[in-house]
């Protein structure tokens, strides 16, 4: 396969951790260098294909106090790279029905702004938490509970210099699927972080996020996925993606914002560029 390079500097398309997450499951596993040598891994390929910029993160079995305890070595790494951050999701929940878990999940987020502030980093993703389905019926209070914790953490951004890009789930989530229901989000003064692979498993087309909150998403996260399944991050020409649309409205609203493309492999990174070589 040809090498691609994106050369279109009005979308800044980048790339996340994903990228070499499967190859280097067990170099994480062995803990901070193992995730020091994935960042430098994914620069590289950062520069290979000439993208604008990175998206890292802190899920299992990386935790934000290894990361905080080395964050002179990721800075040092991290220099002159523009980085974004997903903020941690597994066993998080700011939108939680037990309190005690809403209030942890806080203070564990507010753990990765301090990082992203010492980082430099000053754009990150946000999951706005859901409730069981075992508690269907407690909708609002769920609701509720997001509004609150939302606000506390816009408070604390502002403070740490950080723009929070709130990001739509997937089909197994009973709440922020929809386009409507990010309204809250607008409401409060937040932005979106729009996942094309999330809206396609929940049958959305991504595109009406984009009619609904055109200058409000700043902030994609690009691939593909089939219909009413689990979610894969496929590479775009494969799944149920209409990508070329998605690049046509992008381009109609003159989009600057950051594209990233959360895949699973180098492989799929380049057969997702060659498949969008000619609409740029």
Known sequence: MRLMQVKNRKMNFGISLTVVLKKDLIGFCRGIEGYLTSINKLIKIKEKYNLSNIEIWSQPPINTGLLLNNKEKIKHILKNHETSFHLPFWEINISAFQENIRKESLKEIKLCMDLCNYLGIKKAVLHPGTFNILNQGLEETT????????????????NKNITIFVENLQIRDL???KPEDFDIVIEKEGFICLDTGHAITNNIN????????????????????????RDQHLPLGEGDFDYKMFISKLKEINY???????????????KSLNEIKELL
């Open 143 to 158: 609701l509720k509970n997001f509004v609150s914790s939302f606000k506390e953490l816009m408070d604390y951004s502002k």
């Open 206 to 229: 991504p595109i009406k996020f984009l009619d609904r909150f055109r200058d409000k998403i700043l902030h994609i996260h690009f691939y593909s996925n089939f219909i009413n399944q």
């Open 175 to 177: 709440m922020f699927t």
């Open 256 to 270: 600057a914002g950051n594209i990233i493309f959360e895949l699973f492999s180098e492989q799929d990174l380049a």
